[in-house]
């Protein structure tokens, strides 16, 4: 059930879940049939109570129009759908899916999950995010963030031609990845700062998050006992493979599982 604590919504766990799984950053598409199958393969194999995606499960979306043009999009539903049958979904958008709609999510039977929410689970409260929000030093990123999370923007974009949406996808991409080959570029992380002033206002005592693509646990600072955890990326065609679940139990322990050996 979800509810809201201002200004954060709520999402209360069943009293009958043993486990919830964690899972984001998989940058799913049709060039990458290795973690696709990754990902197949968990989704229909876990054990866990419910899954929570937390943001970018796919490298790019355009629009839901674009899923019943692209076998590979109908390939993901229907790993979606078949999971969410089995089990409580939730979908929470990234960076890279922000676009992904409620019409989508709806005929995959998946929670819509607002960024950030509030789960209550295990007598715990843990705040859920993407994580891209609080990387508050990448500036350029944040203009650019806010200009495409703003309705007038996503109305004018989503009216344009299919077509005409995938291409300047690619350009920005391509954009993207020009970057990333910069020796100079520098990658923010999420603010400390930033994530102990959200973890106070929602009385939460840890920050669950990806986006940074470095999996890690912190202690953030000062005397509060707050923690943040952050999600590993999935990529099975790198030269150092990663496919990691983060899992929490309901006896209070949390484990991360490597799902290639």
Partial sequence: MTTSVLPFPVFE???????????????????????FDVWQRYMHSTMADAVFVLGDLFEVWVGDDAAAQHSFLQQCAAVLKDCAQQRHVAFMRGNRDFLVGTDFLSACHVHNLQDPTILRFASQAWLLSHGDEGCLDDVDYQAFRRMVR????????????????????????????????????????VDPVWATTALTQSGCSCLLHGHTHRPADHVLPGALNLKRLVLSDWDVQNAKPRAEVLRWHAAGQVERIKLLT
Avoid: C, G, M
């Avoid at 009293?15 to 899972?23: K, P």
């Avoid at 031609?161 to 100079?184: G, T, V």
């Fill in 150 to 189: 703003h309705p007038d923007w996503q109305h004018i974009f989503l009216a344009k031609p299919l077509a005409e949406r995938e291409e300047i996808a690619r350009q920005l991409r391509a954009q993207s990845q020009q970057h990333k080959r910069n020796p100079d570029a520098v990658y923010a992380d």
């Fill in 13 to 35: 766990a069943p009293e009958n879940w043993r486990t919830v799984d964690f899972i984001s950053d998989l940058h799913l598409q049709e060039k990458d049939p290795a973690t």
